[in-house]
């Protein structure tokens, strides 16, 4: 365990004489409410693009990475979702949590506005995060009518997105799933 | 009888007077002249001719218009400084009639009391006006001043603030280039308290690295 804590102080910088918004590394960011933000997501997921979402994921992550006290493959779990769940909050993207059922990483996030329905975007959000955090490609794929988002490898995620759109519940899919190898 | 008004009122037909006479060897002031000193300094054209009409019923100024060497002489007090045209205003402002001969008297006791905005307002259009004097092609006149401008309701449209002869329309418009006013807002105040506040944390407990978790699930792969 450590007492490495994400120190949110002074993450945001507000330049109201200029009315910029700057986070701590520099990025301009706007600050948008969810009733505009959420049309402009179903767009994106009726085109099929969510690029952009996850561009923003991948952003986010490497501010937790560059927050981090250390790599975050040699970090504590603990340790690592409380910064990324720490760097979410900051921008408003719900609260991280992190559960594991057998072998699988499940992301659980509560208090996320009413986006896309099958929490699409959220789930490449996600996926960008942990991509650029962990230097390997992740892939979050939401379980219906559920808050988890599974993490797996990015060439079985149609498959357990048509698993988790056919009814199965995360326990089925888990069961599913069989651990191949663990180095 | 002294009440800041009528000072003000006293003032203002002294700094008449000596523009007037100041003015006099160049320009013809008529009755227009009292009935346009109701107008602002910088009032151009439009308004003087509207107030042109007026002389023609005034019994006394027959001459109206005509300038200094048409005007009547003058038989009420006939000071050295008081301009003709003063007498040929004289009959519509009762005001004028009861103050005029004492403002030579009484001119050095006035600032002795508290200075009034209008005061000021006055004073700073003579200042304007003597700057403008001497040069013989006159200078720009200045924008009046709001002062200026607030005075001339409370004058009541009788009393002469100014003599000066109104400038023709296309020379004051010339001479007034229109200068845009902008208007910067206050610059923001320092706030004392951080404006990002966070209110909550989580702190999940999951044993084993990360890397390690993160690995085995995405190994896990289908039946």
């Given at each position: ?61 490497s ?34 949590r ?17 986006l ?22 992740v892939?979050?794929?939401p379980?219906a ?5 599974i ?27 069989s ?5 | ?120 307002a ?19 006149a ?15 449209g ?39 506040q ?9 044993d ?16």
């Open positions: 365990m450590t007492d490495a804590q994400f120190d949110p102080g002074g993450f945001f910088q507000f330049d109201l004489a200029h009315g910029r918004v700057r986070t701590r590394g520099g990025a301009r960011v706007l600050v948008l409410a969810e009733n505009v933000l959420a049309p402009l997501i179903v767009t994106a997921v009726q085109s099929g693009d969510l690029t952009a979402i996850r561009t923003l994921g991948s952003q986010l992550g501010i937790v990475s560059q927050s981090l006290p250390a790599p975050a493959n040699s970090l504590p779990p603990q340790v690592v979702i409380s910064y990324a769940g720490s760097v979410m909050s900051l921008y408003g993207w719900g609260r991280l992190l559960e594991q059922w057998g072998g699988a990483l499940v992301l659980v996030v509560d208090g996320l506005p009413p896309d329905e099958d929490n699409l975007a959220v789930a490449a959000l996600l996926g960008g995060i942990f991509s650029t955090l962990c230097s390997a490609e892939a979050c794929v379980l009518r559920s808050t988890k988002y993490v797996v490898d990015p060439r079985i995620a149609e498959t357990v997105w048509g698993w988790s759109k056919s009814g199965d519940n995360l326990a089925t899919i888990a069961s599913k799933l651990s191949a190898e663990v180095a | 009888m002294s009440s800041p008004e009528q000072q003000i009122e006293r003032l203002s037909q002294l700094l008449a007077k000596v523009q007037k006479n100041r003015k006099q060897p160049r320009v013809g002031l008529g009755p227009m002249a009292g009935l346009s000193a109701t107008v602002p300094a910088n009032t151009t054209g439009p308004a003087v001719s509207a107030a042109k009409p007026l002389p023609a019923p005034q019994g006394p100024s027959s001459t109206g218009g005509l300038g200094p060497a048409a005007a009547p002489p003058r038989t009420r007090k006939a000071t050295p400084t008081e301009p003709i045209t003063a007498a040929v205003a004289a009959p519509p402002s009762p005001v004028r009639e009861e103050h005029a001969p004492e403002p030579p008297v009484r001119r050095p006791a006035a600032p002795a009391r508290p200075i009034s905005p209008l005061e000021t006055l004073s700073g259009e003579a200042e304007r006006e003597e700057r403008a004097m001497p040069a013989p092609a006159r200078a720009p200045p924008p009046a001043a709001p002062a200026a401008n607030e005075i001339a309701p409370r004058a009541g009788t009393q002469p603030r100014s003599q000066r002869p109104p400038m023709p329309p296309a020379e004051a418009s010339a001479q007034q280039p229109i200068v845009p006013r902008v208007i910067e807002p206050d610059p923001p105040r320092a706030s004392t308290r951080p404006i990002a966070v209110v909550s944390k989580h702190a999940p407990v999951v084993a690295t990360f890397g390690a978790m993160l690995k085995r699930s995405l190994s896990l792969r289908p039946h």
